[in-house]
């Protein structure tokens, strides 16, 4: 009984002092884009089928592929990539590359999801006379305020340019939906009588 009125008052104090949950609220997460869509009248196989040819539309560059296409499932799911061009000239050779991304469309009967997470940047390496630099590559692109430690970057760099890398994630995302969107309203070009 003294060990739960103990527990009791020690979870109170916790929570008056504004402690418990604090170390969840502080772990910085992925950035995601996230939404669902209602198409009322279309089918589960038609959603798929306007999906699957968007992304074989949207997605034609090298490093972009898609990873799974389940009809069955209801979901295609794929990788995407941006060119990023650094927000900074010093060092903007070794900042600029690719960021990278997955992009997930699930369907049902009259709704689609749509999830853009997982962004990842990579730098270029630099070639000069002196020899080839390192590339400055911020990698998994979070919802933390402050980057990643990016060894000799400095502050003012590589703060712009996590932010920069923040809201051009954001732009390619919100651009994918708005594409995605239109996408799946219509039915896919080709597909009627001939």
Same mark, same amino acid.
């Given at each position: 009984m003294k060990r739960l +009125?103990? =527990?009791?008052?020690? /979870? $109170? +104090? #916790?929570? !008056?002092?504004?402690?418990?949950?604090? &170390?969840? %609220?502080? &772990?910085?997460?992925? #950035?995601?884009?996230? $939404?669902? +869509?209602?198409? =009322?009248? &279309?089918?589960? %196989?038609? #959603?798929?089928?306007?999906?699957? /040819?968007?992304?074989? !539309?949207?997605f034609n560059c090298g490093k972009c592929v898609i990873q799974t296409s389940d009809k069955e499932a209801g979901q295609i799911i794929g990788r995407g990539a941006f060119e990023y061009v650094s927000a900074t000239f010093l060092a903007s050779d070794s900042i600029k590359g690719w960021v990278t991304y997955t992009i997930k469309v699930f369907v049902k009967d009259g709704r689609y999801k749509y999830e853009v997470t997982d962004f990842i940047h990579k730098g270029s390496k630099t070639v000069t006379r002196l020899g080839v630099g390192d590339a400055f590559s911020f990698g998994l692109i979070t919802t933390a305020k402050h980057y990643p430690k990016i060894k000799h970057c400095t502050k003012g760099v590589c703060g =712009?340019?996590? /932010? =920069?890398l923040k809201a051009d994630c954001e732009k390619e995302a919100k651009t994918l939906k708005e594409s995605l969107s239109k996408a799946m309203e219509v039915p896919p070009s080709g597909s009627g009588a001939w």
């Open positions: +009125v103990s =527990k009791i008052i020690l /979870a $109170g +104090v #916790l929570l !008056s002092l504004g402690l418990a949950g604090m &170390a969840a %609220d502080k &772990a910085p997460q992925p #950035l995601i884009f996230t $939404g669902v +869509v209602q198409v =009322k009248t &279309a089918t589960k %196989d038609q #959603l798929f089928n306007r999906a699957q /040819a968007w992304f074989a !539309s949207t =712009k340019n996590w /932010a =920069k």
